[in-house]
């Protein structure tokens, strides 16, 4: 919707021929924005060969763990020089890699070629038209500014940054931060709290992030502070919706039961902790998460592990 209004052709893919026709012929879509009117230049087929076709960008928005398949099945149909855009916000489990990785990888495509928008875009509130600031971020500088001027309107700003890894790890460890902010909200403890893990998360994410190489300057943008705010503040982030059921007391398979969109964080938690380890890293908030959505560790103990940790310098 974003490109269309922007003034691009978009074509877009999906499993479901009847969400297809419903864009088609309704202008709309209505399991998932329901009274949001598609532009007319916005189309959709569950042929990816007629989605791809003459892209000059291929914008890549599936659940993080799907997308090696979903790109194996679509690579021969890529044009081979289309730019590929991640909105992904996940990490691989088993092989730690981030999106733009698996998509080098799968689609044999150089990283100039691979691009990522990030940044704090709630779905709901971008659908309404509603203002964000966003960042493309790319390896090659004139490719996330072509980018960034087919995606300008008056509601969605984007800027540009180089820094990929930087922006794909904010945007994915901000859903872990997400989650362990949604378990605090759900246990009542308040917005002291809510404060000391969203600035101790970003502490994390910006640890990780040196280690890999990112500019730590990335974490206090978009991409980092910005996201990890709206994530963690908002009843429409579906990573603090689902922490805050499982802080409320509910057990993981009625939170699974009742989300019924992707809360990319529950997997990624566990990619993240890898990603932490492989590059030995300390990332406490991470393991709690990962402790408490897959270990079945009570978030009270939780807490007061994580709260009587040695005491450490705030900068180290
Ligand atoms: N929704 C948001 O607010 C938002 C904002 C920015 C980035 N993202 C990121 O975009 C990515 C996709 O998230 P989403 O919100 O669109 O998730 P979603 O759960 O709403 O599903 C995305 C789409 O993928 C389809 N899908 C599910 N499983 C699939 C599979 N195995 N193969 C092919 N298609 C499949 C779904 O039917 C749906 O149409 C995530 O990484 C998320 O972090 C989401
Ligand atoms: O609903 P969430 O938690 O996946 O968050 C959506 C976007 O990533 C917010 O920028």
Not at 56 to 61: E, M, R, Y
Not at 82 to 111: F, W
Not at 157 to 174: H, I
Not at 278 to 305: S, W, Y
């Amino acid at each position: 919707m974003v490109l269309a209004d922007a003034g691009c052709e978009v074509t877009l893919w999906g499993r479901r021929a009847e969400v297809a026709d419903a864009i088609n012929n309704g202008r709309t879509n209505p399991d998932y924005f329901p009274g949001v009117e598609l532009p007319p230049s916005l189309r959709a087929t569950t042929d990816p060969a007629e989605a791809a076709e003459g892209a000059d960008f291929t914008v890549l928005a599936v659940p993080s763990q799907t997308l090696r398949v979903n790109l194996a099945a679509w690579a021969p149909v890529l044009p081979s020089d289309t730019v590929l855009v991640s909105l992904m916000k996940g990490v691989e489990l088993g092989t730690a890699k981030r999106m733009s990785e698996v998509i080098e990888e799968v689609a044999k495509a150089p990283a100039e070629r691979v691009a990522v928008v990030t940044g704090p875009n709630l779905a709901k509130e971008i659908a309404a038209r509603m203002p964000a600031a966003a960042v493309v971020a790319c390896s090659d500088e004139s490719v996330a500014t072509r980018l960034q001027s087919v995606c300008h309107t008056p509601y969605f700003r984007p800027y540009t940054n180089t820094d990929v890894v930087g922006c794909e790890l904010g945007g994915a460890v901000k859903n872990v931060i997400g989650l362990a902010v949604g378990i605090a909200d759900g246990m009542g403890l308040g917005d002291n709290a809510k404060g000391s893990l969203i600035t101790r998360g970003l502490a994390e994410t910006t640890r990780l992030g040196l280690a890999m190489g990112a500019d730590p300057l990335t974490f206090s943008g978009l991409a980092g502070l910005g996201d990890l705010v709206a994530t963690c503040s908002s009843p429409l982030s579906r990573n603090h919706t689902f922490g805050t059921n499982l802080g409320r007391g509910m057990t993981l398979e009625e939170t699974i039961a009742v989300t019924r969109q992707t809360a990319e964080g529950v997997k990624s938690c566990e990619s993240v902790a890898d990603l932490a380890r492989r590059h030995g890293v300390d990332m406490p908030i991470t393991d709690t998460v990962v402790d408490i959505v897959h270990n079945g560790k009570p978030p009270i103990v939780a807490l007061k592990e994580l709260m009587s940790r040695s005491a450490k310098p705030e900068r180290r």
